[in-house]
Each structure stands twice: as structure tokens, then as C-alpha cells.
């Protein structure tokens, strides 16, 4: 099957051979050994050049557990996080925040519409109580580029701190962490970077992590200061999900062989296809093009077809798109162009997409 969807991803079969390491022990120095290539990996592949200036932590779970770690971890006693949302997701760490009453008002923006920067800095002033400001940096609800420089530079020059759910875009968007001043960045395993889902981790800056170590506690689990002293002893706090590890392990060195740059290039390649494809059937994307992302591309369901005949025919034909959230469920359909695929899987997709077109018109 061939996964068009945000992830989880088709992996390599290198990756997957990667599951087979013989079984450890999670205390013995094989595991720290694994642990401490990862977490060097990570800043290899995503701090170039700044290695020393970052911190990699990686815990065990979902994109969403990295990121509420990143969120709860980053907030001072008696200050409050802000949120800047325009989608699913953005929603989802205002959600995280909320549960905490640690949050001021969101800077929401309805999906597809670029936040006011000018409006963000005035929302600061009026709550000096803000400390951190987090934000979406691919917004996966509809492949949506968020204007992170801009932001994160604004947020560090009034000496907050910025925090980044970059789950969807770490491997296949642009980003420069260093060089835009963002301290705080979550990512997950199972995306861009075309590994097995099961590991989310932060990258954080060092000096800042010195910080963190002093903030709130707010969750056993999901607290980055525990992560940090053990994976500094070669340990792990929790049962990690080792053979996940090992396959995580593998897709970096994937990564870093094939380069950041190129792996871009290629989702790039597989988006421009897909779009070019679609056009040519009729088929119109959601958004402007200098707003799409390089990863997955949101369209409109063409006239009188639904997603459910679309989805379950281009499943016969062995490939699997993705619906649309919630007001748009029944609106649109999403199609990812991320994972070890090949400019024929996607060209197949797209034959696929035709015929299953037809049908459902016929
Ligand atoms: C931007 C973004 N953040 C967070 C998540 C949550 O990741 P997970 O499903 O791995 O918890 C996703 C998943 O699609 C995402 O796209």
C-alpha cells in the first residue's frame, strides 16, 4: 500500500530490516549508546553547524506527547503561554495550555490565513504575564506554511520564548532554528524523517535548557528537565520503545546520507507533480501556491464525488489519501508526499486517481 496520508510513512526496507537488532536491555550501554547516537543525530541533521549550541531529548510516544512536553517544560512560574493558531493542530497546543489554565486568549486565525504579526507583538504588551509563545510551523490541516522567522525573531527580541510544533515539517519544510532565534522545537519519528512511529523529540537550546531545569514540573511523563539529566548519564527515565529506536536510528543516517536539502527537493519534486496532476484533472488546491508547504497538498472534492468514493477506490488501486478536519471534512481531501516513495508510486497515483474519478462519475 502506498501511504499518501501525513504519516505514519512507507519506510525503507533498511529501516524496517533496522526493527530486527537483537533484543537489550534498556539500562545496559548498548541502549545509551543508541540513545546518544540519535540524540546526536537529530542536531546533525536539523542544528547543522550548531550542534553545540542544542540539546536533543527523545521520549517515548506520539508527536503529540513531544509537543506537549516542549509546551508544559518551556512555561516559568506565574507567567502564561500564548498560542497562535490557524488550524487542527495549533488548536490542539492552545488545548494543552487550556488544560493547565496556564493560557491567555489565542491569536486565532481561521485555516489558511497568515497570522498579524503586528497584532501578536500588541497581544504581548497586553499581557506581559506571556512568557511563551508557541506555535504550529507546517499546519497539516491544509499543508499550510506558517511565517515562523518573522514571528519567532519578534517574540525573541521582547525576550519570550518561542515554541515550535514543527511534527509535520522537521525533514521536509524549511526551517532554520539558529538562525531564527527558536529555542524550542518538537518533532516525531514517523513523518518527514521516514522512520516507525513511537518517538517524539525536542530540540532545545542549551542555554535555555539550563532554564527549564528550574521551571515547573506539570507532568511525570511529559517533563523535558527529566529527559534532559538522565539522557546527559546515558540514560532514560522511562521504557523507551527500543527497536523503534533502532529504526529511528537507521532513517537518520537515511537523512543525513540522502541531506536535509535533497530530501526537501524530492518531497518538492513529488508536490509539484501531484499538483501539476491534479490541475490537469480539474482538480483545484485549497490554498495559493506561496502559502503551500512542500509535503502534502489540500484540494477541493471535485463536484458530486465524496471523499468516502474516492478514499475507498484509490484504496483498491493500493494507494491511501487523507480526508479533511472538521468543518471541512466533507469539503476537502489531503494527499502527503512524504516517505520512501518514488516518482513512480506517485505517477501511479495519479493514473489511480483518474480512473477512480471516472468510476465515480460514470
Ligand atoms: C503539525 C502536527 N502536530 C502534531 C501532530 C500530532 O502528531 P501525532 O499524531 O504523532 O501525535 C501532527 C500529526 O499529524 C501534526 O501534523
Redesign the pocket.
Same mark, same amino acid.
Given at each position: 500500500m502506498i501511504l499518501l496520508n !501525513? #504519516?505514519p510513512v512507507n519506510v525503507s526496507d533498511r529501516v524496517r530490516q533496522a526493527l530486527l537488532q537483537p533484543d537489550i536491555c534498556h539500562r545496559e550501554s548498548e541502549c545509551a549508546e543508541l540513545i546518544g547516537d540519535i540524540r546526536q543525530k537529530l542536531l546533525k541533521a536539523f542544528v547543522p553547524g550548531e550542534e553545540d549550541e542544542y540539546t536533543a531529548i527523545i521520549l517515548t #510516544? &506520539? #508527536?503529540?506527547?513531544a509537543?506537549e512536553a516542549a509546551l508544559l517544560s518551556s512555561l516559568p512560574l506565574g507567567k502564561r503561554a500564548m498560542v497562535i493558531t490557524n488550524?487542527v493542530?495549533g488548536d490542539?497546543l492552545s488545548g494543552m495550555i487550556k488544560m493547565h489554565r496556564l493560557g491567555v486568549p489565542d491569536m486565532k486565525y481561521d485555516w489558511g490565513v497568515t497570522p498579524n504579526i503586528d497584532m501578536i507583538e500588541k497581544a504581548m504588551i497586553q499581557h506581559p504575564e506571556v512568557y511563551t509563545v508557541a506555535m504550529?510551523?507546517?499546519?497539516?490541516t491544509l499543508g499550510f506554511i506558517n511565517p515562523v522567522k518573522e514571528i519567532a525573531e519578534m517574540v525573541d527580541s521582547k525576550n519570550r520564548v518561542f515554541v515550535l510544533? &514543527?511534527? &509535520?515539517?522537521l525533514g521536509g519544510e524549511a526551517l532554520d532554528i539558529g538562525g531564527s532565534k527558536i529555542y524550542v522545537v *518538537?518533532g *516525531?519519528s514517523?513523518?518527514c524523517i521516514q522512520g516507525f !512511529?513511537g518517538l517524539?523529540f525536542v530540540l532545545v537550546r542549551k542555554g535555555f535548557m539550563e532554564q527549564v531545569m528550574k521551571y515547573p514540573k506539570r507532568s511525570m511523563y511529559l517533563n523535558l528537565a527529566n529527559y534532559y539529566e538522565d539522557q546527559e548519564r546515558g540514560t532514560i527515565p522511562f521504557t523507551p520503545a527500543v527497536q523503534v529506536y533502532y529504526a529511528f536510528r537507521e532513517a537518520l543516517d537515511e537523512l543525513l546520507e540522502e541531506g536535509v536539502a535533497n530530501r526537501m527537493k524530492r518531497f518538492q519534486g513529488y508536490a509539484s507533480t501531484i499538483r501539476v496532476g491534479m490541475k490537469n484533472m480539474g482538480i483545484q488546491a485549497v490554498l495559493p501556491p506561496e502559502v503551500q508547504g512542500n509535503t502534502l497538498t489540500a484540494f477541493n472534492l471535485p463536484d458530486g464525488v465524496s471523499y468516502p468514493q474516492l478514499h475507498d477506490g484509490l484504496k483498491q488501486e493500493g494507494y491511501i489519501i487523507y480526508a479533511g478536519q472538521g468543518k471541512l471534512a466533507d469539503k476537502i481531501f489531503r494527499v502527503a508526499n512524504i516517505g520512501a516513495l518514488t516518482n513512480a508510486n506517485i505517477e501511479g497515483f495519479l493514473a489511480a486517481f483518474q480512473s477512480t474519478l471516472e468510476k465515480a462519475r460514470a
Open positions: !501525513p #504519516g #510516544g &506520539s #508527536g503529540t506527547a509537543v488550524g493542530y490542539r504550529v510551523h507546517h499546519e497539516t510544533d &514543527s511534527v &509535520s515539517g *518538537a *516525531a514517523q513523518k !512511529p517524539g
